[in-house]
C-alpha cells in the first residue's frame, strides 16, 4: 500500500466514514485512496471554508470526528477559517492537508509554507509525517488527540512524496482513554456546600452537552432545587420546559437570568469556561460567591475565576457521583431551607417566562419597512415549524440570533447548535454535515444575508449530495452587527454596511434547489411549510427593513 492508502485505511480503523474537501495538486492521492475505499465516503466542496465547517457540523451532530481535506498552501490556508472556529469551540476535528515533497522542501517551491507552525496556534495538535511507515501511529494519534479530553482540531499534514511511497505497516489498536472521575470527597464536599447555600445556581456550558441530556444533571438539579442558566448559545444542554431553567446568559440574556448568577451565594459552573460574553466580560460572578467548578480540562479551572473547589473530571461522570451523594442524605442534612429554595427557583422561572414572552415584552409588531417581515413574526413562524417537525436549527451568526436566544425554547437534546466562535458563513455548511451524521433528521438554518452570500455557491454542494437542509434568510441588505455599531457609537454614520442582494429564491430555484421569497407576515409560515415539505434543499429569502435587527432594548455591545 502506498502512503495515501494507508492514512485513509487508518482513518477508516478509526471510525471516519466522511472527509470534505477541495481537490487540489497534494491530495489527489488521497482521494484517490478515499474512492476506492467502500466504508469511506469522499464530498467536494467549492471552497475549502466550507468543507471545515461540514466537518464541525458532522462532528456535533455525533458522527464522530469532522474530517476535513486541502491542498498545500492556499487551500490550507482557506481551511483556517473553519479550524479556528473548531478550536474556539471545542470540535473535534482533523485537517489533513497535502504538503510539498520533502525532496524540494525549503526551496520556496510553488505554494510551500510551514503548515505545522501556521496552524499550530489553532490546534490542539499539529504535525507532519515524514516517514510512510508512520502514517498509522501518527494519523491514529491525531484522531485520540481531537477526541480526548476538551475536545479541539489537529492539523496532519502528508507530504506528496510520503503519501506515494509504500510501505508495510501495522496499524494500532483504536483506543479511547477512560475519562476522569472525580475525587469521592470532592464530590462530598460540593454537595455539601450546594446544600448550604441559600442561593445557588448552576451555570451549564458546552462541556455538558452530548446527543442525550445529562439525566443524572436533571436529577441532581431537582434534587438540590437548583435554577439552571446556560452559556451564550449553548440554551438546549438543558431541558428548557424545566421549571428550574431559567435562561441562557450572554449578550441579549434578560435580567432575570443574569440576576440568578450576581446574586448567588454558591455558584456551579460545570464545562464552562466563562467565556466574554457569558461572564459580561469577566463582570457577572460576584466576588464573595462560593464557585464549585467542574471541567475535563485542568487548563480551565481557575482560568480566570479561582474555584473554591475545582474538580477535573468528565461532566456526566461527576454530576452522576454528586446525585448518589446527594441520594443517600447524607449531604443533604443541612437543607432545611429546600422549601425556601424551591420558591426562590420558581420565582426566578416566572420572572425569566415574563420576560422572555413577545406579548409581555410588547415586541409582537410589524416591522418598521412597509413591506417586509418582522423579527417577532420569524420567531412566531419557526416556533410553529419547529414544534410540528421536530426539526434541528442551526444558528449562524446573524443579528437575528439574539431573538432565538431570547424566545425559542428547546426541549430535546442535539435540537440546536450555533457558532460562538463568531465565524460567518458557519451555519449552511455546518447544516450540511449536521444533516450527513443525522440522515433521518430535519435540518433548518438560520443565516443573515451576509452569512448566506459568503458560502452561497455551496448550494450547489447540498443539490448534488441531496442534503434537504432549508436555509431561513434573515435578509436585511446590511452586515447588521457592524451597521448597529456604528448607529450607536459612531453617530449613525454608515459605511460600508448596506448593499444589495440577488432574489435568493431564485438563485436557489437556478441552482436545482427550492426557493422562496417571502415579503409579507402573511406568507411567512405557509413559505416555510413549502420548503420543509419540498424534501429539497430550500432557501426562504426573508425580506426584512434594511435597519431590523437586535430586540429594542438592546444595543451592541461596546467593543473594547
Known amino acids: 500500500m502506498n502512503g495515501a492508502q494507508i492514512a485513509v485505511e487508518a482513518l477508516r480503523r478509526e471510525g471516519v466514514r466522511h472527509i470534505f474537501g477541495l481537490p487540489g495538486t497534494t491530495i489527489m492521492n488521497l482521494i484517490d485512496a478515499a474512492g476506492r475505499e467502500p466504508d469511506v465516503r469522499y464530498l467536494s466542496v467549492r471552497h475549502e471554508q466550507v468543507a471545515a465547517f461540514m466537518a464541525d457540523g458532522y462532528a456535533r451532530a455525533g458522527g464522530g470526528i469532522g474530517v476535513c ?294 415586541i409582537r409588531k410589524a416591522s418598521p419597512g412597509p413591506a417586509a417581515v418582522s423579527s417577532a413574526a420569524l420567531i412566531i413562524a419557526l416556533r410553529e415549524v419547529l414544534g410540528s417537525t421536530r426539526a434541528i436549527l442551526v444558528q449562524d451568526a446573524p443579528s437575528f440570533g439574539t431573538w432565538i436566544h431570547r424566545h425559542l425554547d428547546f426541549t430535546e437534546p442535539g435540537s440546536f447548535y450555533a457558532s460562538a466562535g463568531g465565524s460567518m458563513g458557519w451555519g449552511f455548511p455546518a447544516a450540511m454535515g449536521m444533516q450527513l451524521a443525522r440522515p433521518g433528521a430535519r435540518v433548518v438554518n438560520i443565516s443573515g444575508d451576509g452569512s448566506f452570500w459568503m458560502v452561497a455557491q455551496d448550494l450547489e454542494t447540498a443539490v448534488r449530495e441531496d442534503l434537504p437542509v432549508v436555509t431561513v434568510i434573515s435578509n436585511n441588505f446590511s452586515f447588521g452587527n457592524t451597521r448597529d455599531r456604528q448607529r450607536t457609537a459612531h453617530g449613525g454614520r454608515y459605511v460600508g454596511v448596506f448593499y444589495g442582494n440577488p432574489d435568493f429564491a431564485a438563485y436557489a430555484r437556478l441552482l436545482g434547489a427550492h426557493g422562496e421569497r417571502v415579503e409579507t407576515e402573511a406568507g411567512l409560515l405557509p413559505a416555510l411549510e413549502r420548503a420543509m415539505a419540498s424534501g429539497r434543499p430550500a432557501v426562504v429569502d426573508v425580506i426584512q427593513d434594511r435597519h431590523e435587527g437586535l430586540p429594542s432594548d438592546l444595543a451592541p455591545p461596546v467593543a473594547r
Open 69 to 362: 481535506m486541502a491542498s498545500r498552501g492556499p487551500g490550507a490556508a482557506n481551511l483556517a477559517i473553519g479550524v479556528h472556529n473548531a478550536h474556539a469551540e471545542s470540535v473535534p476535528m482533523l485537517a489533513l492537508v497535502g504538503q510539498v515533497s520533502d525532496g524540494i522542501y525549503y526551496r520556496d517551491a510553488f505554494e510551500e509554507m510551514d503548515l505545522v507552525r501556521f496552524f499550530e496556534p489553532i490546534t490542539k495538535w499539529s504535525a507532519e509525517i515524514h516517514s510512510t511507515a508512520r502514517i498509522p501511529e501518527l494519523m491514529q494519534r491525531a484522531v485520540r488527540t481531537a477526541l480526548s479530553g476538551r475536545p479541539g482540531p489537529v492539523l496532519v499534514s502528508l507530504p506528496l512524496d510520503v503519501q506515494t511511497a509504500e510501505a508495510d505497516v501495522a496499524y494500532q489498536p483504536r483506543f479511547r482513554p477512560a475519562r476522569p472521575a472525580p475525587q469521592a470527597s470532592d464530590v462530598e464536599d460540593a454537595v455539601a456546600r450546594l446544600a448550604a447555600a441559600d442561593r445557588p445556581v448552576a451555570i451549564l456550558g458546552g462541556g455538558a452537552a452530548g446527543r442525550r441530556h445529562d439525566v443524572s444533571l436533571i436529577k441532581l438539579a431537582e434534587r438540590l432545587q437548583l435554577p439552571v442558566v446556560t452559556t451564550w448559545l449553548r440554551k438546549n444542554v438543558f431541558p428548557n420546559d424545566s421549571p428550574l431553567f431559567c435562561g441562557s446568559l450572554g449578550y441579549g440574556a434578560v435580567a432575570a437570568t443574569e440576576d440568578l448568577v450576581r446574586q448567588a451565594d454558591v455558584v456551579l459552573a460545570i464545562g464552562c469556561r466563562f467565556s466574554e460574553f457569558t461572564s459580561q466580560r469577566w463582570t457577572l460572578l460576584p466576588p464573595d460567591a462560593t464557585l464549585i467548578q467542574v471541567d475535563i480540562d485542568p487548563k480551565v479551572l481557575g482560568q480566570y475565576y479561582v474555584p473554591d473547589l475545582g474538580i477535573c473530571a468528565d461532566s456526566a461522570t461527576a454530576t452522576a457521583a454528586m446525585l448518589a451523594a446527594a441520594a443517600d442524605g447524607r449531604a443533604l442534612d443541612r437543607l432545611g431551607v429546600q422549601h425556601g429554595r424551591a420558591a426562590r427557583a420558581a420565582a426566578a422561572r416566572r420572572a425569566y417566562l415574563e420576560q422572555t414572552d413577545l406579548e409581555q415584552a410588547g
